[in-house]
């Protein structure tokens, strides 16, 4: 598994428009472009090689929704970009890894995603990323 860099730092947040606004008018960051992935309303904000990924859930009874009721919005992961993320996620798996997704999945922005399982990585939520070959 060859991991190349912090993709980007997904954070949660319970109105979008605000926390978007406050990044790119106060701090002065661009703005990549916005998408709808199922329920979750998605913002990319690039910081240098990396970047900040907004997180909304429009639906209440969502996963990210009730995440952000009971921990409040700030940090919910760090996703680690990788070379071959059906590789990565073998050889994980072999290694005893717990995983949240056991097959990589479609994420935003075209990627291919997969979410360890915060019990087997102390406490913090890490997502492998596979970018889009559009990109
Ligand atoms: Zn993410």
């Known amino acids: 598994m060859k991991i190349k ?3 980007h730092i997904g954070l949660a947040v319970a109105d979008l428009e605000p926390v978007r606004r406050m990044y790119t008018e106060l701090l002065g960051l661009p703005l990549d472009h916005e998408e709808m992935l199922g329920e979750l ?3 990319f904000v690039p910081v240098g ?3 900040l990924e907004l997180v909304q859930s429009t639906d209440p009874e969502g996963v990210m929704a009730k995440y952000v009721a009971k921990k409040g919005e700030g940090i919910h992961h ?5 070379e071959d993320i059906h590789q990565a996620v073998e050889e994980l798996k072999a290694k005893g890894m717990e995983m949240i997704d056991q097959k990589p999945r479609p994420g935003a922005h075209g990627a291919t995603i997969a979410f360890l399982h915060p019990r087997a990585t102390h406490g913090v939520m890490i997502e492998l ?3 889009g070959h559009s990109d």
Request: proline residues 6%.
């Open 129 to 131: 990323v596979e970018p």
């Open 5 to 7: 860099k912090i993709s």
């Open 41 to 43: 309303k998605i913002a």
């Open 49 to 51: 090689q990396t970047n």
């Open 78 to 82: 760090i996703a680690l970009e990788v």
